[in-house]
């Protein structure tokens, strides 16, 4: 187990060293000044000497490989280097974004998790009768929108036609409610259909008609089916998680939502390279790292199987 595991981290390293290549690879690559967008955006008028005296501040001119190294070292430490657009240490920028992101990410996976399973069980034991046509309905409707349509449509209804909730999200409870359910809405559908699917294959087994012949009532049948399809669940969060901290971008810049993903849009605008590459790495560790810890779960939750 523990070689297992010693592996794992080693590969886990080896691709987060490959990301961080070709991360900064294509940062060096792509069009466009950030030093001549930050003097344009400061107001200052852009000469060659101008440009060149900040391409060397910066340190654009330096040897690609250079760059690469002393970034890279930083990045060991935690240091992400200083942002081209205000001189602000970046790892602060991308923690302070990263922790808005989490509240956004788990907040819209436990609400999600609490309605889909009770609504899987019930379209699951009620199979092909009116409930469960109904709820497959709305889980194929709801599945099929787009984040940002549902976004513009609670925000259009609940912000500007009924003000209840305000426009731009401020960090508040009340701001959260909206991204929340924009985020919820199709991963409801999607845990609702995927999780009917495998409680569908469980209500089938041996054991479910065992139970059923001696009297076992439905609700401790349906206790052991929501155990038995855990790993299934597992399965599906651990997909989910590293989607929903990299898909929030867009429901975090319609709604203002101080995350990271604003932040990275931002930083987009502002060819603030260091940021980017920041958010690219964190981004590519967490999702690595769940989908490492999604395996090493199913060898707790059942030790016949092989991670």
Known sequence: MIKKIAGKIAGLIVILLILSFFVFLLMYIAPGDPAEKRLTSQGVIVTKEVLRAEQERLGLLRPFFVRYGEWLFGVVRGDFGLSFKDDRPVAPKLMAGLNKTIILAMSSLIFSLIISYPLALLSAFKKDKISDHIIRIISFIGNSLPNFLISVLLMYFFCIKMNLFPVIADGSLKGLLLPVLS?????????????????????????????????????????????????????????????????????????????????????????????????????????????????????????????
């Open 183 to 307: 985020l919820s809405i199709p991963m409801i559908s999607r845990f609702t259909r995927q999780m009917r699917s495998e409680m569908i294959t469980q209500l089938s087994e041996d054991y479910v008609t065992g139970m059923r012949l001696r009297g076992v009532k439905e609700l401790f049948i349906a206790f052991n089916i929501v155990r038995n399809s855990l790993g299934h669940v597992i399965t599906i969060i651990g997909l989910q998680i590293g989607t929903l901290m990299g898909g929030s971008v867009v429901i975090e810049t319609i709604f203002r939502w101080p995350g990271i993903g604003k932040l990275v849009m931002d930083s987009i605008t502002a060819r603030d390279y260091p940021v980017i590459m920041g958010f690219v790495v964190i981004m590519g560790t967490i999702y690595v790292l769940i989908n490492q810890l999604t395996d090493l779960s199913y060898h707790l939750l059942d030790p016949r199987v092989k991670t």
